[in-house]
């Protein structure tokens, strides 16, 4: 498998597990590709009033500890912070270290 398949696959499974994630009403959720990495991102609002966060994982990152991982840990957090009313005012990226798994996480 190429490294272009890996994100192509989580990718795959990203927009699917979004397209399942019952989020919060008004929480918009998407997931791309952004060069060796692949974003999972939330909006909220719109214009001035608009909240967005994002989650990058590396291609590395996904190929070592596996895309569900991520994924889980991503939508929920996404969500939580939008319940919580903590979705930043001005659009962030959030490096992967944040959602890492421990080192006795099971798949």
Same mark, same amino acid.
């Given at each position: 498998m190429t490294p272009s398949d890996i994100l192509d696959e989580t990718l795959t499974l990203a927009r699917q597990a979004i397209a399942d994630f019952e989020a919060d009403d008004g929480l918009t959720l998407q997931a791309r590709? #952004?060069?060796?990495?692949?974003?999972?991102?939330? #909006?909220?609002?719109?214009?001035?009033?608009?909240?967005?966060?994002?989650?990058?994982?590396?291609?590395?990152?996904? #190929?070592?500890?596996?895309?569900?991982?991520?994924l889980r840990r991503a939508l929920r957090s996404l969500n939580d912070l939008y319940r919580a009313g903590h979705l930043p005012n001005a659009p962030q990226d959030v490096p992967t270290e944040m959602l890492r798994p421990p080192d006795a996480y099971e798949r």
């Open positions: 590709r #952004e060069g060796d990495a692949l974003k999972v991102w939330a #909006e909220a609002g719109n214009g001035h009033g608009r909240q967005a966060l994002g989650y990058l994982a590396a291609r590395d990152d996904l #190929e070592r500890s596996g895309s569900a991982w991520f």
